[in-house]
């Protein structure tokens, strides 16, 4: 059976078809760079890589692309607040969203374009817009999209979702990068310098300015994966105006359909709650890392339920997490004590039970049922001494497996090589003689070997790189 996914575009669940099959072009609207990313944020984009991993597992050729939306309303606001540049300010944020992507265990995306590296694709998107009559330069000194015009060659402006045209007042515009479905309107492309901008402004053939968060979307993804590609994903906050604005602008620069698959991730509440600074229930990565969770915990926690489904986080839902990933570390630390060397192969009935719940549009719920019964059954079969290495080790290998998908598993003790332990033995010597230069050398020389050293409150422990 072939992988079916929920299509917005066409309100159904789908049968994955590829351009060009095995590659996958997959393109996820990334983070606005103006403040520390929230669980809300997270879950889109822990979706988006268990997406990408799902993919990957049944070995399609993905190339992942996420861009970073380093120009736009807030930052601006943001920028002019905090007295800084839009480098300085804007390159804080990125480094600490690479950084919790990490903590969450999410697979680096293979592109990672940002906006303000891309004017000249924007400006040349825009230029063909112009051409083709959908775009039009306003008294502002703005350029704009013609809503009007792209519905006059016969094209669908509410693709993603319904709109209501009859509530549309002719010749409304609107230049902020955000406004609700109620105020359809001829949307900005490039907006004109003025001066909240400061010094944050490019030149281009339609005056001094910077362009709008929409058509950043549609040069940066159409640059990368061509001007048609495979999926799109994202919040389902962003479907519009964003998304439908991004097939609107790439549709009529290069008639051809620009995305087969869109797909978005359902809200997330804490506490039952909608996330309000207000409330105390808004939380970054950090503020739970803070609280004492891990990263594994949180990915765990976020990739119980269907990402389509409105999702409660709660801090009592980190604290099942915490006891079900423990529930698998102790099932998997016996199943090693048994296994010593043997090793087996997957559990292709498991896997396969793994894959149809996967393949039915992501059926992670389904997935974690399957594999916690199998978990039961392993520990039931471990206190009977009814299991063999090789069956031990057989089953190592299919959460091994399973585990390229989900990301939580916790990363596997690996046997240090005698002359490693070796090298740390004579490092920790020269460190009590005091001699720093022979200790940091031999750092060194571990380093280069592919090893770290680690000193913690129990002594210095030896890491893989
Ligand atoms: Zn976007």
Redesign the pocket.
Known sequence: MGLKLFNTLSRSVQEFAPLAPPKVGMYC?GPTVYDFAHIGNWRTFVFADLVRRYLEFKNFQVTYVM?I?DIEDKIIRRVRENKTTLPEFTGKFEAAFFEDLKTLNCRAPHQTPRATEHIPEIISLIEKLIARGIAYKADDGSVYFSIEKYRGCGCNYGQLLKLNFDEMRAGERVKSDEYAKESIADFALWKSRVPDDGEIFWPSPFGEGRPGWHI??SAMSMKILGASFDLHL?GED?IFP?HED?IAQSESATQKPFVKYWMHAAHLLVEGKKMSKSLGNFFTLRDLIAKGYSGREIRYLLLTAHYRETFNFTLKGLESARQALMRLDECFAKLREVAGAARGEPDASLVAQFTGFLDDDLNVSGAWGGIFEWIRDTNRRLAERTLDATAAGSALATWHQLDEVLGVGAPEEVEVPADINQLLEARQAARKAKDFKRADSIRDEMKANGWIIEDTAKGARVKKL
């Open positions: 609207c861009n939306t950043e979307c994202g962003l964003h991004e």
